[in-house]
């Protein structure tokens, strides 16, 4: 073990021994891998800070029964962030139908580029793009979300899921699988609705 895992292993300790320098030097020294999760993960209407903070919480809840070392600690902080976020989705996602007519002018031309089959699109239809998927994946559940942002979006690789997750990679593969038909369906609907509208009067 390294300096800075024994001093880590230490500061564990005394902070399972109720020591509450150790626990305040314990939350600093992984404040930045639980805010780097919940950074990324948090829906934007909540604070970070606020999700942090009940990481460490539910960390101080349960460190006497902890016994595994620091490393073993950041992983279950990643984990636990990772979770924290995905429950504050689960509250606030209602997961409305997408509908043509709840479009934005931008997400309109992005998806008549799409049903064109364009490449090149202009800076209206780049941002209507962003905007647009923003707006598709909300058809999705929390778990589906989060998965399809780190698997297609950020391109993460699986060990990373997994570890973050803490869910096997067949049960990410089934979710993620679900969750692009569920994509695909929207997508083919919006633009049956698009179709059944008609082109807007000049």
Known sequence: MDDANQALAALL?????????AAEALVAAFYGAVMAVVERRRPKSVDAEDIAQEVFLKMFERLEEFRGGP????AWLRRTAFRTCLDHHRRQRSRPEVRWTDLSEDERAALD???RGDTDYSPAERAGGREL?????SSLSA???LLIEMINLENR???????????SEINIR???YRARRKLRR???ELMEDHEFSGPEPG
């Open 13 to 21: 300790s005394r902070a399972r021994a109720r020591d509450a320098a």
């Open 71 to 74: 490393r073993e600690l950041e």
């Open 113 to 115: 580029a799409i049903g």
């Open 133 to 137: 998927v923003d707006l598709l994946l």
């Open 143 to 145: 778990k589906e979300r």
């Open 157 to 167: 690789d699986m060990a990373e899921v997994q570890q973050l997750t803490g869910w």
């Open 174 to 176: 089934v979710r993620v």
């Open 186 to 188: 929207v997508l083919a």
